[in-house]
């Protein structure tokens, strides 16, 4: 990890860590839980809102206006609104994705679940995702929240990774596999 990635990483897990703490005190894990997934849609939805978080440009002042507002609008709660409202003071806003990413592993720990990143060629199937799911929670013990994404470049077929394990199934992959057989037969 690059050192300015890494201090954000602490900035990051610093603002989660009270966030969670203050959250966790209040009994309101999962006002919290929804508040992240809340910020997380709207980071991956909206250009002007990673923009404003990210640029030099924005002033601390419009940050803090721009981020009272949307705290306003999302109905978040005080804890993360204050945070938020803090952060943007600080000119920290743009640890917002690493923070929220940190608050998600806390929040997940905290009622036993794990992620799976889970990137398939097609959108999977409520079905699938179910199946999927229960597979991975007997395999781990653990309650099993999956995070889906498609990828048309595995052509076919998923990638699985859970924690530091990783199970890839993709005909890219296979290909790849493959065409390196082939290269050292050759």
């Known amino acids: ?44 939805d909206s250009a ?49 994705p690493q923070m929220l990413q940190a608050l998600r592993d806390r929040i997940a720990a905290e009622k036993g679940e794990v992620t799976a990143e889970v990137r398939s060629a097609a959108p999977l199937s409520d079905a699938q995702k179910k199946k999927l799911a229960e597979v991975l929670a007997s395999k781990t013990g653990s309650t099993v929240r999956l ?5 048309a470049s595995l052509i076919g077929g998923i990638v699985v990774k859970v924690g530091s394990r990783m199970i890839d199934t993709s005909i890219r992959s296979r290909l790849a596999a493959l065409q390196n057989a082939m290269k050292e037969v050759g």
């Open 147 to 151: 995070d889906t994404t498609v990828d």
């Open 48 to 96: 002007e809102f990673r923009t404003m978080i990210a640029s030099p440009i924005v002033s601390r002042d419009d940050q803090g206006r721009a981020i009272g507002a949307l705290a306003k609008a999302m109905k978040l709660t005080s804890t993360m609104s204050n945070a938020l409202a803090l952060m943007a003071g600080r000119r920290r806003l743009f640890v917002l």
């Open 1 to 44: 990890m690059s050192e300015p990635a890494s201090i954000s990483a602490g900035i990051a897990g610093r603002y989660a860590t009270a966030i969670f703490d203050l959250a966790r005190e209040d009994k309101a894990i999962d006002p919290l839980e929804r508040d992240v997934d809340a910020l997380a849609t709207a980071l991956r």
